[in-house]
């Protein structure tokens, strides 16, 4: 199932996407009879509502496809504003720093540091007010002349909980989505820490949609890849993670409560911005392009 977090005729919605329409969740759209609550019109919402919310959503899809929705709940994907699947997260975006080997190794080439792979995962977070959206702008607002990408698959947690097992852990994955780890690499070095320089307002893009974990097989080999204006930057899979999405979610949630709709940006693969001799950052007018297998595309200008 891909989960929309939308806005059509001026409001925000939560619908299905399906080939080029998206379906509105909303109960007063479709004639459908479905639990009442706000789940249908925020994602967070829709995620805390755990079982009955996906199985409303199971009801949307089945009576689309016998031709029992209303066309008011009905949109062409192309006309409606995609906006962030999560729009106001439950808290900071956790975010898995160096998980990719050849990602480490530019890293300690160009800072020439030899700190190698980390014993222990490494964990910081973004500011919710990173938050962007599809094809909305990237701006680092004059403060930094390093603007850099970094593809990354996130995960969407879907039931909480502490000290979650490795073969547990999948159990608590709702959806995957794309998140592109927006970073000032000067403010990084300046601040010496990595929360400053990856939290500005809008360096968290994230989309187009979420694809719920029944989709996905395991262990995930999913491309990546990044483009800047068409050129290909960035390719990776996902199964050259150091730390896997159980080892990351055993290790994060160790003492540390996990709740619903956290989401967790996986780390990215090598090809950054900043490993470039030159380097190469972003400049206003370029595109970025971030693509994962299974899930899509998720594209912004920068300005
Ligand atoms: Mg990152």
């Not at 409303?56 to 899809?61: D, E, K, L, N, P």
């Not at 909480?160 to 592109?180: M, P, Q």
Request: charged share 25%; hydrophobic share 40%.
């Amino acid at each position: 199932m891909k989960l929309a977090t939308y806005r059509a005729h001026g409001e925000e919605r939560i619908g299905l996407v399906m080939q080029d329409l998206v379906v509105a969740l909303a109960p007063e759209l479709n004639g459908l009879t479905l639990p009442p609550g706000n789940w249908s019109r925020d994602m967070l919402a829709f995620i805390q509502a755990q079982e009955s919310g996906l199985e409303a959503a199971g009801r949307v899809q089945q009576a689309f496809e016998r031709g029992l929705v209303k066309d008011a709940a009905v949109s062409e994907l192309a006309s409606v504003e995609l906006l962030a699947p999560l729009l106001r997260p439950v808290r900071n975006i956790f975010c898995v720093g160096r998980n990719y080997r050849e990602h480490v190794e530019e890293g300690d080439r160009v800072w020439k540091g030899a700190a190698g792979v980390s014993e222990a995962c490494i964990f910081f977070t973004k500011a919710t007010t990173a938050v962007n959206h599809p094809g909305k702008p990237i701006t680092g607002y004059g403060l930094t002349r390093e603007l850099d990408y970094e593809c990354e698959l996130g995960v969407v947690i879907g039931r909480g909980g502490r000290d979650i097992a490795r073969e547990d852990a999948l159990k608590h994955v709702f959806a995957y989505t794309i998140v592109n780890d927006v970073t000032a690499r000067d403010l990084q070095q300046s601040h010496r820490q990595w929360f400053k320089g990856k939290s500005l307002d809008g360096f968290c893009p994230m989309g187009p949609w979420l694809v719920t974990a029944d989709e996905f097989s395991h262990p995930l080999a999913l491309e990546m890849r990044l483009t800047v204006n068409g050129e290909l930057r960035q390719r990776m899979n996902t199964r050259d993670m150091i730390w896997d999405i159980p080892a990351i979610i055993e290790s994060l949630s160790r003492g540390l409560t996990l709740l619903p709709g956290d989401i967790i940006a996986t780390g990215t693969g090598a090809g950054c911005g900043f490993a470039f001799d030159p380097p190469r950052f972003l400049r206003p007018g370029d595109v970025v392009r971030a693509e994962i297998e299974h899930i899509g595309i998720l594209e912004n200008p920068v300005v």
